[in-house]
Structure formats: structure tokens, C-alpha cells
């Protein structure tokens, strides 16, 4: 390790800035393009700060952890400009600070976003008065525009630097990456203080939930993270403690209380892994960083903020209204105290103002001299890192004429706000979440005829506070005594949408065939009664009816009851424990008919698109996650049916590997519609005819049906072509609104199945009378029970369908109707993972599950021993039809 002597700031000049030739060919900057060594990162940095000129200017730049903005963000550092560092990925802020500050030099990226910057020189001589120690202006409130910012000097960040890597111990064989973003003090501490020592920055804008930043990370050999409590929720979700990092030194936190239980787990599984925790405490007003807990006290004192930095220190000042004798105001002074605020430009010419920092936090000292914060004195709210300031979103929410009272707590802001025609609880939440850069999910807005005041007309913020925690007694209700809210956080999760409003419905959020049937159960059980057409209907239009005599009698979505029997008979003709046979093929006119009525709906072709291969994953991934573990335990399948090729490649294979046609079929189908569809000239045919374009399919479909185009005999293609006219007449049903059109499709029917299944005429019968059911009744008589074993089935019936020719045969050697059992239990338990790590984990979950499945003892256990050994390999005569 090289500890390099810094000489102390003095005016303009800033060490870690100036000084980056002295570390020579190391390594500065790693990125996702390569490398940068400090002697390179000196050449550009010397060449932007001549580009600057001589003369003090002030600059603004937005943050970002690209290249680009780095070396201007040192050059003028280094020069002697100071700079204006505002939020780079919202415009509206840096558009709100360029107004209120009319900064000499404005840089910002090309507007064709090929990665350059731009800097564009205002006047070559500056508009203001700059004190000679004014280096750096940043925000403290999130990203609301307002002109309040700190002022920090050149000293400030120097000895900032120097105290957080003295207490973390920086190495210049360090990588830190960069999760944070420049523009934040804790982000940009990170910076300064690695390239301080020489250390190496592994440079990127991307998300710790992203799997290509881990993929840099350890190509890197990153040794150091930091994060404010929600980086760990995140990490928490991604699985953060079995990732194999084994250059990973240590680990930092700041930006928010970390809950103590937290603290403690991640100090053990530092302990583990062989890194360090470092749980800080600070304020953009202190350079960032005023204390640390040493990482030996994280097991003891997980709720303590520790000891000072090194040359800051502590008093508590007494608070009159706090009784506890030993809490006090915290209050911090030190070399890397900010000079002062601004509020406008007048202020940059100012000098210290300030030599303490009262930081508004109620704290302890504790015997062993450990800090505890035990309250908060100020309005501040710090929410994921971010300060914010009510009255700074008060503000900004009347420039656009919504007169609103904001309080919180450190985990969401709550927003009361006078209704006003065009500004409903979304446009409010987006817009405040917009301008704070939190997420919707942290923005708490409720609609009020009057703001709530005090006696003597002051805000009640008590009141806004409480607006959080609503009663039964006072929650709205729009649906006959179910609260519109609590049918918004049920379309939420199951959905798992964070921008659910009374105005959408579950077609309108994305909702698809695989989630239709659990929100139908819900709904049914909420509401008393499932509305016809819910799935169209807004969610504050879904009513309970009027009150009646006590009925056990419920109705069930036909497709959901032909979904629960098609796959029920399935499995239990392949067991076999009776013969009905032809479900699979009733399953893809079900297909079809969901296909209609879930994606193509109002939506615009991109998001038409988007949700058809959003479908397709969510039938594919599962498939192609259970197909790769049943390659590890026998040899049913080959590559191609990982692969979802097999009936493709060997349509003439009837061995085990036929077993996923169904799948594979139905994942080609949908292919194929996703790219028809994305065609303009289609999408508007569909939009004019929606009947007509599926009848027309089913008379292309029909075609292959009985060999009317010259292809191959149907054993030598894939399924996919043979069975297409059998999708589309599902389509078409859904689109058949007029007794007419209803004939057609069901004179079609009946004209088309029989002869399909040659010598099996009870195979035919089933399939016509499921698609007449289909047609012709929307719901069918039920009672609560079986429409919740039915919505179970039905909602697992793609897992069920995947998974019970592997397990059937563990048990039919010692009960067929065990077998049975297993065969659909297996199947809903594998379907109700692929659920949970759906919503926990979003789109990336599913590839999750080949990892949980490949991870799970017993099943490994089970498979390994029973599979091979037990069951016995069943053979397929050949010319036989799928199964």
C-alpha cells in the first residue's frame, strides 16, 4: 500500500484533483468499456481544465457516473472553477437551477446521446462575485429545483476525503464502485476519497438489482460498496449473501437510518465473507461525513452513529422541549463544515458564515461514547437517502396550482392536497416523485375538500401524518363497503404494479391469462359476486351488490372451470386413472381465447408487444427452468427441449421428448403472433376487424389442418402448424360479440374437430364440448369451494402440465390416484414459487427459479434416487398422436 503526503488546500487548489499524474500508470477509472489509467485521467483532465480558461467561472454540471462528467467535474475542481454539480437525469432541476443561478458554463450531454458532452460558454468573463474558497454548490433537497444549496470549499473536500479514507483504511490497490450518483455528497465522497489514494473507481450508472453491474464488479475485483438502506433492500432481494465477491474489502452506509437488526446481520455476514461494515452518519452540510461506527461495534451497537471523524466533534445542545436531561440537538463542528448556504447568486461572492453545524437530529451520548440519534428537531424528511423538504414540495406543487400540506416520516412523504379539476392522487404522486426522485411507493397523497389547520389557522401537519394511518371507520368505500384502496393494493400485488389507480382496470395494467385467474378468486371472494366484464371495468366501478339472504351459490368463469377440467384430465389420462383425452388440445383454444381479450386490447402496438412477450416469458422460463433440472436427474429430455426445439427439429420423435409440445407449440404460436402483430399494417387490420382477422386465420389455419398446401405429412412437422386453427378459433370466440358471429365459430367447430383424432370420436366429443362452452356461457354454476379449487388448478395448470411426467411416475407404482394427487400438489407448489419470485424480483425473477429449483434439497434428493432407478422408461408406438 502507497500513502502519498497531501499538502493542505490552500485557495483553488485541491490535491485530490490537482494531483492525479502522481499515481501514474494505476489504474483510475474501470468501466464497461475498459480501462483508464491516472496518467490518462490527468491528460483529459488537464486538457478540459484549459478548455475552462484561466478564468473563475461558475459551472454547472450534471451529475453522472460516466467519463465524460467526471473529468469535467476534476478539471474545473483542479482550475479553480467552482461548480454548480446538480441532478443529472431530471431536467426540470437542472433547468430550475440554471434559471435561479445563470451559471457561466453549462455543460450537458449531446442531444443525440453518442456519449459526449457538451460545454457551452455562457461569457468569457463571470457574471458573479466568486469567493476565492467556493469549490462546490449541491442540493440538500433531493431534486426539487430549489435554490437553497450548500456551499463548500476547496478545504472541505479535501479533508473530507482524507477522514473517510483514514477510517476506512483506502488501500491504492482499492476498486470502489460507484452505486451511487455523483451528484449526491455520499456518492461523490466515494469518489474523492478513492482518488485520494490512488484507488481505482469502478465506474457505472447501473442498479445493483442489475446482474451486469455484478458481472463488472467482479471483473473489476471490486473490494468496495456503498449504500444508503434501500441500496440493501435491494441487495436483500438479489440474494446478496450467497454472491461468491472475494475481493470484496468493505462495505459502507450512510444516507438513513439502517434498522439495528439489519446492521447486525450484514456485520455477520461481513464477518463470513471476510469484509468489513461501515455504518456512517453525515449531511451534505458537512462535506458528507461527521461520524462511524467502527465496524467491531456494528455486533454491540448496531443502533449507535459512533465516534466523530477525525478533527470534527460533538455537543449536544439542550432543546426545551426535550425532558430526557441527556438528549440534545447534535451538533457538529470540523475543518469540513460547509461555509454556508445560498439562495441566490448574490451569496456566492460570501465568505464562512457558519462555523458549526446544528444538524436538527436529537442524540445521546452513551457511556461508552457512542452517539445515538433518538429523534429528529427539524421538518426534514430523509427518505431513501434523499432530503427533502415539505415545504420545498409545498412549493412546488402551488407553482402548479395545487395547494397541498406535506408531512412524513423517514420511510414516505403524506400529502394532503385541496382537489383541483385535472390533478387526480396519480398525476399528484408522479409529479412529486418526479421531483424528489423518490419512487411512487414512497409518495402518500390523499385528496382533501379542506386542508387541515390548527385552532389558530397553522397547518396540522399531526393531521397530514395521520391521513397515513387510515381507520375503518374512515376509509372511503366506492365499492358497497370494500374500500376502493383496498381493491388497488390487490390489483398491486397481484399484479405487482406500483401505479395501480381506481381509474384502471386489470386489463388496462397489464394483466394476462396467468394472473386472470387468481385476480378473479380474489375479487369473487371480496366482492361476493365476480361483475361480468371485470377485467375491462375500472377498479372504482367494480361493485358488491346489495345486501341478501346468505347463498352458498357462486358462479365460475368458464375458462377457468374448462382450464381446471382440461388439465385434470390430462394428468389423469397419462396416469392413467380414466380415459379423457384431448384437454391439451382444448387448453390452446382457451389459449387463443385469452390471447383476445389480455393482449389485444386498446393498448398501442408497442405495449400490445411488450405484454405478448412479457406472456411468452412467463411460459417459457418456467418450462425451460424445470426442463433444465430434469436434464440433471435423467434422461427424458435433450438440449433441444431446453431449448423449446425439440418438436421442431424431431417432429417425428414419439420417445418422452414429445412431452412439451404443447408448450413449445404455444410458445411458436405466440412467437408468431408477436411478429404479425408488430407489423403497422396488421395491428390496424386487427383494430378494424377484430373478428374477421382471427375468422380468416382460422381458414389459413385449417389449411395445414387437412393438408391442403402441399407441406409434409403432418408427423414431419412441427404441432404448431396442425394445431394453429385451433388458437384461432379461441380468438375468434372472444371477439364474437353478435349471435351470428357466435354460429359461425361454433358451426366451424363442429364442422373441423371430428375426423382430427382419427378412430378416437370421445377425444373429439370432449374438445367440442369444452369450445362450446367456451362460446356460448361466460360463467357456469359453482359454489365458493369449487371455484377456489378450480382457480387453484387453472392458475397452475402450465406447471401442473410441465411437471407431472416426472412425478407421477415416483408413485404410480404404489397408487395410481397417490400419483394423481402428487402429480397436481407438485404442480401447484412449483407454480405458486414461479409466482412469489415473479412479484418479488420482477421480470428477472424467473430466471431465479432455475437456480431455486437446481438448489432445493429435497427435490435433488427425491429425483436423484427415484427417478432413474424407479421409473420405468415408457415407450411410444410410433405414428401415435400427442398426447
Known sequence: MTLLPFPPARGSLLPLAHDLALHGDRTALVTADGEISYRELARRVAETAERLGPERRLVLLPGANTVEALVIHLAALSSGHPVLLVPGDHPESVAALTAAYDPDVVVHPEPDGDGDW??????????????????????????????????????????????????????????????????????????????????????????????????????ARGTALAGVPYTFDLLDRIGFADMDLPHLRYVTQAGGRLAPEHVVRYAELGRRSGWDLFVMYGQTEATARMAYLPPDRAFTRPDAIGIPVHGGSFVLAPVEEVADDGVGELVYTGPNVMLGYARSPHDLALGRTVDELRTGDLARRAEDGMYEIVGRRSRFLKILGLRIDPQQVETMLERHGVRALCAGDDERIVIAASRKPGWDVRRIRRRVADECGLPPSSVDVHLVDDLPRLANGKPDRAAVRALARPTAESTVTDSGGVSVEDLCALYARILDRADVTPNRSFVGLGGDSLSYVEMSIHLEQRLGILPPSWHTTPIRELQRPAPTAPSRARTLETSVAIRALAIVCVVGSHIPIFEIRGGAHLLLAVAGFNFARFLLTSAERPARIRRTARSIGRIALPCMAWTAFVLLVSDDYDWTNLLLLHNALQPQDMGPGIHLWFVEALVYILLTMLALLALPVVDRLERRSPYGLPVALVGLGLLTRYELIGLPDRTEITDAVTVFWLFALGWAAARANTMPGRLLITVAALATVPGFFPGEPRRELFVMAGFLLLVWFPTLPSTRRVSQTAGLLAGSSLAIYLTHWQIYPLFDGISKHLAFAASLAFGIAYASVVARLSRREGRAALRAVRSSIFESRWAGAVAVRTLAAVRPRRGYAGGQRRP
Not at 431534486?143 to 477510517?167: D, F, H
Open 118 to 219: 457538451l460545454i457551452e460558454e455562457r461569457r468569457t468573463l463571470s457574471a458573479h462575485t466568486l469567493h476565492p474558497d467556493l469549490a462546490l454548490l449541491l442540493s440538500t433537497s433531493g431534486s426539487t429545483g430549489s435554490p437553497k444549496l450548500v456551499r463548500l470549499s476547496y478545504e472541505n473536500l479535501q479533508v473530507n476525503a482524507e477522514s473517510i479514507a483514514a477510517y476506512l483504511g483506502i488501500r491504492d490497490t482499492d476498486r470502489a464502485a460507484t452505486t451511487l450518483p455523483m451528484h449526491y455528497c455520499y456518492g461523490l465522497s466515494v469518489i474523492h476519497s478513492h482518488l485520494l489514494r490512488g484507488a481505482g473507481l469502478v465506474l457505472t450508472g447501473l442498479s445493483v438489482a442489475d446482474s451486469c453491474f455484478w458481472d463488472l464488479f467482479r471483473t
